[in-house]
Protein backbone atom coordinates (compact mmCIF):
# COMPACT_ATOMS: atom_id res chain seq x y z
CA UNK A 1 0.00 0.00 0.00
CA UNK A 2 1.54 3.85 -0.95
CA UNK A 3 1.66 6.02 1.69
CA UNK A 4 -1.26 7.81 0.06
CA UNK A 5 -3.78 5.30 0.06
CA UNK A 6 -2.94 4.34 3.75
CA UNK A 7 -3.22 8.09 4.74
CA UNK A 8 -6.87 7.77 3.08
CA UNK A 9 -7.25 4.63 4.64
CA UNK A 10 -6.56 6.51 8.46
CA UNK A 11 -8.56 9.38 7.29
CA UNK A 12 -12.19 6.88 6.25
CA UNK A 13 -11.11 4.75 9.80
CA UNK A 14 -10.81 7.73 12.49
CA UNK A 15 -14.19 8.71 12.91
CA UNK A 16 -14.86 5.19 13.37
CA UNK A 17 -12.28 4.49 15.64
CA UNK A 18 -12.77 7.38 17.77
CA UNK A 19 -16.85 6.85 17.99
CA UNK A 20 -15.53 2.62 18.90
CA UNK A 21 -12.85 4.19 22.11
CA UNK A 22 -15.96 6.54 22.98
CA UNK A 23 -18.24 3.90 23.13
CA UNK A 24 -15.98 1.75 24.76
CA UNK A 25 -15.35 4.32 27.52
CA UNK A 26 -18.53 4.99 28.39
CA UNK A 27 -19.77 1.10 28.83
CA UNK A 28 -16.33 -1.39 29.50
CA UNK A 29 -14.23 1.64 31.58
CA UNK A 30 -16.78 4.96 32.17
CA UNK A 31 -14.44 7.60 33.83
CA UNK A 32 -17.12 8.25 37.00
CA UNK A 33 -18.52 11.99 36.61
CA UNK A 34 -19.69 12.57 40.21
CA UNK A 35 -17.43 12.34 43.25
CA UNK A 36 -18.16 13.33 46.88
CA UNK A 37 -15.36 14.76 48.66
CA UNK A 38 -15.25 15.48 52.36
CA UNK A 39 -13.36 17.70 53.69
CA UNK A 40 -12.13 19.34 57.33
CA UNK A 41 -12.40 23.41 57.25
CA UNK A 42 -10.47 24.06 60.75
CA UNK A 43 -7.84 21.94 58.93
CA UNK A 44 -8.45 22.99 55.78
CA UNK A 45 -7.62 19.34 54.49
CA UNK A 46 -10.28 17.45 51.97
CA UNK A 47 -8.43 14.28 52.06
CA UNK A 48 -11.33 11.77 51.50
CA UNK A 49 -13.50 11.08 48.58
CA UNK A 50 -15.19 8.58 46.94
CA UNK A 51 -17.21 8.32 43.64
CA UNK A 52 -20.00 5.79 45.62
CA UNK A 53 -22.94 7.93 47.66
CA UNK A 54 -23.32 5.10 50.58
CA UNK A 55 -19.62 5.09 51.40
CA UNK A 56 -19.66 8.76 51.76
CA UNK A 57 -22.64 8.80 54.00
CA UNK A 58 -21.14 5.53 56.39
CA UNK A 59 -17.82 7.27 56.98
CA UNK A 60 -20.03 10.82 57.81
CA UNK A 61 -21.64 8.71 60.16
CA UNK A 62 -18.51 6.71 61.34
CA UNK A 63 -17.18 10.26 62.89
CA UNK A 64 -20.41 11.93 63.66
CA UNK A 65 -20.39 13.03 67.25
CA UNK A 66 -23.35 15.25 68.61
CA UNK A 67 -21.33 18.46 68.67
CA UNK A 68 -20.15 17.69 65.05
CA UNK A 69 -22.67 18.68 61.73
CA UNK A 70 -21.73 18.69 57.95
CA UNK A 71 -21.89 21.76 55.68
CA UNK A 72 -21.93 21.86 51.58
CA UNK A 73 -19.91 23.25 49.78
CA UNK A 74 -19.99 25.72 46.58
CA UNK A 75 -16.73 26.94 45.45
CA UNK A 76 -16.76 29.13 42.08
CA UNK A 77 -18.61 27.99 38.86
CA UNK A 78 -18.64 23.97 38.13
CA UNK A 79 -19.04 23.33 34.33
CA UNK A 80 -18.29 20.11 31.72
CA UNK A 81 -18.74 16.34 32.62
CA UNK A 82 -16.76 16.19 35.89
CA UNK A 83 -19.08 17.38 39.30
CA UNK A 84 -17.99 16.89 42.84
CA UNK A 85 -20.12 16.82 45.84
CA UNK A 86 -18.32 18.71 48.65
CA UNK A 87 -18.78 19.10 52.59
CA UNK A 88 -16.80 19.60 55.38
CA UNK A 89 -16.91 19.11 59.23
CA UNK A 90 -18.41 21.95 61.73
CA UNK A 91 -16.29 24.98 61.70
CA UNK A 92 -17.29 28.67 63.37
CA UNK A 93 -16.91 31.90 61.85
CA UNK A 94 -16.75 34.52 64.07
CA UNK A 95 -17.38 38.47 63.64
CA UNK A 96 -19.42 37.89 60.14
CA UNK A 97 -21.37 41.22 59.30
CA UNK A 98 -25.01 40.06 57.59
CA UNK A 99 -25.16 41.54 54.32
CA UNK A 100 -28.28 40.68 52.80
CA UNK A 101 -30.94 37.99 54.70
CA UNK A 102 -34.24 36.47 53.87
CA UNK A 103 -37.03 36.10 56.53
CA UNK A 104 -38.56 38.70 59.05
CA UNK A 105 -36.14 37.17 61.67
CA UNK A 106 -33.04 37.23 59.35
CA UNK A 107 -33.18 40.62 58.23
CA UNK A 108 -33.26 42.09 61.60
CA UNK A 109 -29.65 41.12 61.77
CA UNK A 110 -28.82 43.10 58.36
CA UNK A 111 -25.68 45.32 59.28
CA UNK A 112 -24.84 43.77 62.82
CA UNK A 113 -22.42 41.44 63.61
CA UNK A 114 -22.97 37.53 64.24
CA UNK A 115 -20.98 34.36 64.84
CA UNK A 116 -21.81 31.91 62.33
CA UNK A 117 -21.48 27.79 62.69
CA UNK A 118 -21.23 26.33 59.56
CA UNK A 119 -22.41 22.27 59.77
CA UNK A 120 -25.26 22.31 62.44
CA UNK A 121 -24.75 19.88 65.49
CA UNK A 122 -27.49 17.73 66.25
CA UNK A 123 -30.37 19.05 68.06
CA UNK A 124 -28.66 22.94 67.51
CA UNK A 125 -30.49 25.64 66.35
CA UNK A 126 -29.81 29.40 65.59
CA UNK A 127 -30.01 31.43 68.95
CA UNK A 128 -30.98 35.27 67.93
CA UNK A 129 -30.58 38.26 70.37
CA UNK A 130 -29.38 41.58 70.57
CA UNK A 131 -25.56 40.59 71.81
CA UNK A 132 -24.11 37.53 70.46
CA UNK A 133 -26.17 36.13 68.09
CA UNK A 134 -25.16 32.39 66.69
CA UNK A 135 -26.10 30.77 63.70
CA UNK A 136 -26.42 27.71 62.73
CA UNK A 137 -26.56 27.07 59.31
CA UNK A 138 -25.68 23.94 56.65
CA UNK A 139 -23.85 25.59 53.53
CA UNK A 140 -21.03 27.87 52.34
CA UNK A 141 -21.11 29.09 48.75
CA UNK A 142 -18.02 31.55 47.50
CA UNK A 143 -19.51 34.91 45.73
CA UNK A 144 -17.78 36.37 43.02
CA UNK A 145 -17.37 39.74 45.48
CA UNK A 146 -14.20 39.25 47.96
CA UNK A 147 -14.96 38.07 51.04
CA UNK A 148 -18.48 37.86 50.71
CA UNK A 149 -20.45 34.67 51.24
CA UNK A 150 -23.95 32.93 50.88
CA UNK A 151 -24.90 30.71 53.43
CA UNK A 152 -28.44 28.89 54.97
CA UNK A 153 -29.27 29.20 58.47
CA UNK A 154 -32.14 27.47 60.30
CA UNK A 155 -33.74 28.72 63.63
CA UNK A 156 -36.93 27.41 65.55
CA UNK A 157 -39.85 27.88 63.17
CA UNK A 158 -37.84 29.77 60.97
CA UNK A 159 -34.96 29.21 57.95
CA UNK A 160 -33.21 31.70 55.41
CA UNK A 161 -30.46 32.80 53.07
CA UNK A 162 -27.80 34.91 54.35
CA UNK A 163 -25.40 36.72 52.15
CA UNK A 164 -22.24 37.65 55.23
CA UNK A 165 -18.62 39.16 54.80
CA UNK A 166 -15.43 38.87 56.83
CA UNK A 167 -12.85 41.33 57.16
CA UNK A 168 -10.26 40.58 54.83
CA UNK A 169 -6.99 40.57 57.28
CA UNK A 170 -9.33 38.47 59.62
CA UNK A 171 -8.61 34.27 60.55
CA UNK A 172 -11.71 33.77 59.27
CA UNK A 173 -11.30 35.20 55.46
CA UNK A 174 -7.41 32.93 55.79
CA UNK A 175 -9.80 30.24 56.77
CA UNK A 176 -12.29 30.18 54.41
CA UNK A 177 -9.51 30.94 51.62
CA UNK A 178 -7.73 28.17 52.22
CA UNK A 179 -10.25 26.09 52.30
CA UNK A 180 -10.66 27.27 49.14
CA UNK A 181 -7.50 26.75 47.54
CA UNK A 182 -7.08 23.08 48.94
CA UNK A 183 -10.70 22.65 46.88
CA UNK A 184 -9.00 23.71 43.87
CA UNK A 185 -5.90 21.24 44.44
CA UNK A 186 -7.97 18.64 44.65
CA UNK A 187 -10.58 19.41 41.70
CA UNK A 188 -7.07 20.29 39.84
CA UNK A 189 -5.99 16.83 40.01
CA UNK A 190 -8.65 15.30 39.44
CA UNK A 191 -8.89 17.34 36.38
CA UNK A 192 -5.22 16.18 35.04
CA UNK A 193 -6.79 12.77 36.12
CA UNK A 194 -9.62 12.96 33.73
CA UNK A 195 -7.33 14.68 30.88
CA UNK A 196 -5.03 11.79 30.87
CA UNK A 197 -7.91 9.37 30.92
CA UNK A 198 -9.29 10.85 27.79
CA UNK A 199 -5.80 11.04 26.12
CA UNK A 200 -5.48 7.30 26.39
CA UNK A 201 -8.80 5.47 26.40
CA UNK A 202 -11.01 7.57 23.80
CA UNK A 203 -8.37 7.42 21.11
CA UNK A 204 -7.48 4.02 21.83
CA UNK A 205 -8.44 2.07 19.01
CA UNK A 206 -6.74 5.21 17.07
CA UNK A 207 -3.16 4.21 18.36
CA UNK A 208 -4.34 0.27 18.26
CA UNK A 209 -4.80 1.24 14.39
CA UNK A 210 -1.16 2.49 14.10
CA UNK A 211 0.67 -0.12 16.10
CA UNK A 212 -1.29 -2.78 13.71
CA UNK A 213 -0.16 -0.82 10.80
CA UNK A 214 3.55 -0.22 12.02
CA UNK A 215 3.91 -4.30 13.12
CA UNK A 216 2.47 -4.96 9.17
CA UNK A 217 4.62 -2.76 7.78
CA UNK A 218 7.51 -4.02 9.37
CA UNK A 219 6.62 -7.64 9.13
CA UNK A 220 6.01 -7.07 5.21
CA UNK A 221 9.73 -5.43 5.21
CA UNK A 222 11.19 -8.22 7.02
CA UNK A 223 9.58 -10.92 5.02
CA UNK A 224 10.80 -9.35 1.94
CA UNK A 225 14.60 -9.12 3.73
CA UNK A 226 14.42 -12.65 4.10
CA UNK A 227 13.14 -13.65 0.51
CA UNK A 228 15.54 -11.45 -1.17
CA UNK A 229 18.05 -12.99 0.94
Same mark, same amino acid.
Given at each position: ????????????? @??????????? =??? @?????????????????????????????? /?? $?? %?? /? $???? !? +???? %?? #???? !?????? &?? %??? *? =?????? &????? !???????? #?? *?????? #??? $???????????????????????????????????? +?? =????????????????????????????????????????????????????? %??????????? $??????
Amino acid at each position: MTPRKYWRLFLVS @VVPLLLLGFAF =GAL @VFPYPRHRYVLCNANYQQCNRWTNDYEQFE /AV $KT %SV /A $KDDV !G +WFWI %SE #GFVT !GYLEDS &IE %SKT *T =GIFNAQ &IVEAG !GETLKSLV #GK *TVDISL #GIP $KNKRSEVAEVGTLLQCDRLEYLLQEAHFNTYCYGEG +WN =GPVEFTVPTNSGDFQLLQRLRFEIERVRSDRRWDFALYCLIVLPMFVYLFFAI %SGITWLTAKAF $KFVRNG
